[in-house]
């Protein structure tokens, strides 16, 4: 069954150094638009949209990805985003899933009865540097959420992710930065990161390698369209045993 994206609020503000060359804000700007300018999108009720017959028109067992040109606790949202949460509990048919740079508002955005999460939603915290994971993961995991996960894309240094790792996170996937100004990645933070998790049993997928790649002290220019294939090429993710890709 075919993922689906779901952008009720498309725009976002620059908070940290992973947000120097954001593609949301390089497409809006090759289309003219304003990315800094946030507001709800035409597509805000998509969850619970039926179709002639009365059936919804995402089927249920989707996978959603959510809030993808924005930022799901972004503070111009607080307005909208409890109509969201309605719709998310409301599709528990449907798997949501949506990334944050903003974890130290998780509290503060959570909907009155999510307890210790819903089932159907998974949080990733993005984490490009030393410094983001340092501070993010320690506030992520004392949060309440039944399915979280940590995203360390643009990985832009070598981060020790060793002190936060454990069960309370699903999985880690790392990747590299794209666009013309992307900054390095190297493939040895890439494993580092990798050997982190499967000394914590955490599972770990290498996403992208980003468009400037280095191995082996040679870099590597490497188109948009080709960046997913050349990481899944290079077969290091890791699943613990017995759980599946």
């Known amino acids: 069954m075919p993922d689906v994206t779901w952008n009720p609020w498309h725009g976002c503000r620059k908070l940290s150094a992973g947000c120097k060359n954001c593609y949301v804000y390089r497409e809006d700007a090759a289309r003219g638009r304003d990315a800094s300018a946030i507001a709800c999108t035409a597509m805000f009720d998509l969850p619970v949209r039926k179709g002639r017959g009365g059936e919804y028109k995402i089927p249920s067992g989707t996978t959603v990805y959510t809030c993808f040109t924005s930022d799901f606790f972004l503070e111009d949202a607080d307005a909208w985003r409890g109509d969201a949460w309605r719709m998310m509990r409301g599709r528990q048919d449907l798997d949501f899933v949506f990334i944050t740079k903003r974890i130290d508002?998780?509290?503060?955005?959570?909907?009155?009865?999510?307890?210790?999460?819903?089932?159907?939603?998974a949080i990733g915290c993005t984490c490009e540097n030393r410094r983001a994971a340092d501070y993010r993961l320690p506030l992520f995991r004392a949060a309440p959420a039944k399915k979280r996960f940590v995203v360390c894309e643009p990985l832009l240094e070598r981060i020790?992710?060793?002190?936060?790792?454990?069960?309370?996170?699903?999985?880690?996937?790392?990747?590299?930065e794209s666009g013309e100004n992307a900054r390095e990645c190297l493939?040895?933070?890439?494993?580092?990161?990798?050997?982190?998790?499967?000394?914590a049993n955490v599972p770990f997928r290498f996403k992208?390698?980003?468009?400037?790649?280095?191995?082996?002290?040679?870099?590597?220019?490497?188109?948009?369209r080709h960046q997913h294939a050349q990481a899944k090429k290079a077969g290091i993710d890791f699943f613990p045993q017995g759980e599946e890709a």
Request: glycine share 10%; proline share 8%.
């Open 187 to 199: 493939y040895d933070w890439v494993l580092d990161i990798r050997s982190q998790c499967e000394a």
């Open 208 to 224: 992208q390698t980003g468009a400037n790649f280095v191995k082996d002290g040679k870099r590597y220019k490497i188109e948009r």
């Open 105 to 121: 508002r998780i509290r503060a955005c959570l909907p009155p009865d999510w307890g210790e999460g819903y089932p159907n939603v």
């Open 160 to 176: 020790d992710l060793s002190p936060h790792l454990g069960p309370w996170f699903c999985s880690v996937v790392v990747g590299g």
